[in-house]
T-cell receptor
């Protein structure tokens, strides 16, 4: 079955530390890949997306993600976390040519001073 | 503000009642999506419109759910005979034309439904 897995329900990092959020997908072919962020009381916002080309994708707010076909992964990274990054992060996929977006269950990020 | 708007923001209803939610997408966007999000989960796809045509509908959408986008602008999502399991946040998103499925979706703030 098609699925998106975010193994970590929540992660706590210190402000200024690096961050990596994991995402694995299960599809026959490479789908379109997305990372969204949902801050408390706010709507989901796109951080970055990937379809083809360079496997390291830059996004907004200093985030980047790396696509690894061999591992069916699309992990999100940030070299130095700020307190304002505390939010819930969702990995999502869309089958190429389709419209149905499948979201992972999300990873809640806590940032400690 | 020209973002996606949803109305109402909150709705409390009794089991068995019908409810209707409205979504106003960004004006130049011709694609519109509905999702349902429950606590601790990611959004679940419900349905998709290209202009006024409903092109895809999830199996999650039972016969009690119906969505319309009559003039290709705003959309409504109706739930008939609500059940407690329908309690969730209902999200609307819109996106512009372009490579199918690859465009950024712009999300509204959601309508939180509580069924007593």
């Amino acid at each position: 079955a098609q699925s998106v897995t975010q193994p970590d329900i929540h992660i706590t990092v210190s402000e200024g530390a690096s961050l990596e959020l994991r995402c694995n997908y299960s599809y026959g072919a490479t789908p379109y890949l997305f990372w969204y962020v949902q801050s408390p009381g706010q709507g989901l916002q796109l951080l970055l997306k990937y379809f083809s080309g360079d496997t390291l994708v830059q996004g907004i707010k200093g985030f980047e993600a790396e696509f690894k076909r061999s591992q069916s992964s699309f992990n999100l990274r940030k070299p130095s976390v700020h307190w304002s990054d505390a939010a819930e992060y969702f990995c999502a996929v869309v089958l190429t040519g389709g419209f149905k977006t499948i979201f992972g269950a999300g990873t809640r990020l806590f940032v400690k001073a | 503000d020209t973002g996606v708007s949803q109305d109402p923001r909150h709705k409390i209803t009794k089991r068995g009642q019908n409810v209707t939610f409205r979504c106003d997408p960004i004006s130049e966007h011709n694609r519109l999506y509905w999702y349902r999000q429950t606590l601790g989960q990611g959004p679940e796809f419900l349905t998709y419109f290209q202009n006024e045509a409903q092109l895809e509908k999830s199996r999650l959408l039972s016969d009690r759910f119906s969505a319309e986008r009559p003039k290709g602008s705003f959309s409504t999502l109706e739930i008939q005979r609500t059940e407690q399991g329908d309690s969730a946040m209902y999200l609307c998103a819109s996106s512009p034309n372009g490579l199918a499925g690859y465009n950024e979706q712009f999300f509204g703030p959601g309508t939180r439904l509580t069924v007593l």
